[in-house]
């Protein structure tokens, strides 16, 4: 994980000092937008290592359950940042709607976007090795960034091209345009970042493959109380098993740690606590409003 965030502080650095020399060079609005926005990734990118660090630290005394919420954490601080540099840029745009500039160097930043689209691609191929290995929040938010950026800077190509056919206009309106990508992204991160500290539920495909690993025990009646969340990369699971009656306690914990054990081969890493429930027992135990019609 440290490694993918070292990664995007390097492209994003790179592309910041390309696109600074091409907007220097021919006073697009847009160039600078997609220079914004480069430095917006640097920016996140940095937060993102920070708060990998620290959420890769283990658990201790006064952070039992790890410290993987710094995560989001950095999103909102990501968002912050990123929403005052769109309300700029589109302050930006709309005073070159009114006083258009003409462009120079139209050849240089055709050939730095070209290559900011290169080494981004370069980039997303190696985050999504890592997500695939880690499942991380941060590097999530990370790629999502680096993957509409691609859309971005084949905008930025096609308003240079406009711009330099005698279409001034449009070097703006890309740029508006670019702002308001740039807020939306901004709620998606919010939105993600509330979820994770509001303890958000397991999406129902995955609440479901717990549910059908946990009943695939041949001495389980049952399942129900299942809660789930994530903390980071950290996944917390929580149900109860339902039981012979029969059983001696040393049985049902012994079908509880095979239960655990199969929900670690397909969520590894993952805190597993399971209550053991007499079957008879079930039905007179309280159930929570919104449990009443969950598994």
Known sequence: MRLATYASI??????????????????????????IDSTLDALASLI????????LSPADKEHRFGHGKAEALAGLGQAVFIVGSAVFLMLEGA??????????????????????????LLLL???????????????????????????????????????????????????????????????EIVNQAFDHLMDRELPNAERD????????????????????RRSGTATFIQLHLELDD????????KISDEVES?????????????????ISAVADEPVPDFLLNDQ
Do not use: C
Not at 13 to 35: D, E, F, P
Not at 211 to 225: F, P, S
């Open 48 to 55: 993102n290592l920070l708060a990998v660090r620290h959420a």
């Open 125 to 187: 191929a190696f985050q999504r090795h890592v997500i695939r290995k880690t499942n991380s929040t941060a590097i999530k938010a990370d790629a999502l960034h680096y993957r509409t950026d691609l859309l971005v800077n084949a905008s930025v190509i096609v308003a240079l091209w406009l711009s330099v056919q005698g279409w001034a206009g449009f070097d703006a309106l890309f740029a508006l345009g670019i702002a308001v990508y740039i807020l939306y992204s901004a709620w």
């Open 246 to 253: 029969d059983l001696t306690l040393l049985q049902a914990h």
């Open 10 to 35: 390097a492209v994003a650095t790179i592309l910041i000092i390309a696109k600074a020399g091409a907007w220097g060079m021919s006073g697009s609005v847009s160039l600078l937008a997609t220079l």
């Open 262 to 278: 199969n929900l670690q081969a397909s969520y590894p890493g993952a805190e597993i606590i399971i209550h053991i429930d007499p």
């Open 95 to 120: 005073r070159r709607i009114v006083d258009p500039v003409p462009l120079e160097s139209y050849g240089l930043g055709m050939m730095v976007m070209l290559f900011s689209i290169a080494a981004t």
């Open 209 to 228: 493959r717990i549910q059908r690993i946990a009943t695939a025990h041949k001495e389980v009646h049952g399942m129900h109380d299942l809660r789930s």
